[in-house]
């Protein structure tokens, strides 16, 4: 009879808490705070410092454990403390020590959906993408077309929010949803109102985003993908089939839960999911990316590259 109970009470508990979602008029108390004209508050800067350094595929010994033991966390962030020292002229983020100090998260992989935490198979038609060519690739470098459009300030990712380094700043008015990231000031306006999106065959870098809200989470659908940028670290880019559908939900004062599935049936036989939960950066602001103004590597590149051309050193 006990048992009984107790079930009993846990079913309604469950019951109440799924049941405010779909009421706006049940208690406020267990919902995010609201915007004047009534949609959950997301507004804020959104770090995802905690999670540097979190991969986004699961070393596959872990099996479906996404969670590091103490020791296995200490030792990953030892490794990324070592490779970012100020002694290690190899380091592609040098001297960058102090941020990476900061990751406290046991996340094992960004990847949650498959359980394993590991890209699902290629279709047979997609080849593995090839290694992007990027500033620190060896030369010789012949134009700027040989270099990443990160290099070159035009895109960062095709999911820039699924990125731990890239802050987040959400900003909200009646109807729209603007979402902010720092690297390449990327800033999409995501409309509410449930206009179609534009023609497949206007394609862009970031796609065309479309918002709704269901419960207290905000979806975000994106199409329109022209697969010219990199998906997610070395996933590669997508075909023209890619959907992306981001969730953005509050789920304390300070705390952001963030998830994206991409379905691509071009690139891959089933869809996947990665999760980085954020956490509110009271005192952050989005800091200028100023990469045209002080991008000074690609034409020192350039130089150096000329200049191997006229000593016959190629």
Known sequence: MIRLCVGLVVILAVATINGLAEHPSASTASRSPRTPWGDPDLQGVWSGIDLIGVPLERDAQLGTRNELTEDEFQKRRARLVAGASSDNIEATNFGAEPEL??????QASLIVVPVDGRLP??????????PARTSFSPGPFNSIADFSLFDRCIAFTTIPAATAVNTVE???????????TEAIHDTRIVPLDGRPTVATALNSYLGDSRGRWEGETLVVLTLNLDGRTNLIGNVGPTSSRATLVERYTRVGPDALSYEATVEDPGTWTEPWTLSLPRRRDVDGTILEYACHEGNYGLPNILKASRAEDSHGQR
């Open 170 to 180: 959400i900003v909200q008015a009646p109807g729209y949803v603007a979402i902010v």
């Open 101 to 106: 100090a900061q990751t406290h998260s046991r």
């Open 121 to 130: 198979p290629r279709v047979d038609r997609a080849k593995p993408p090839r």
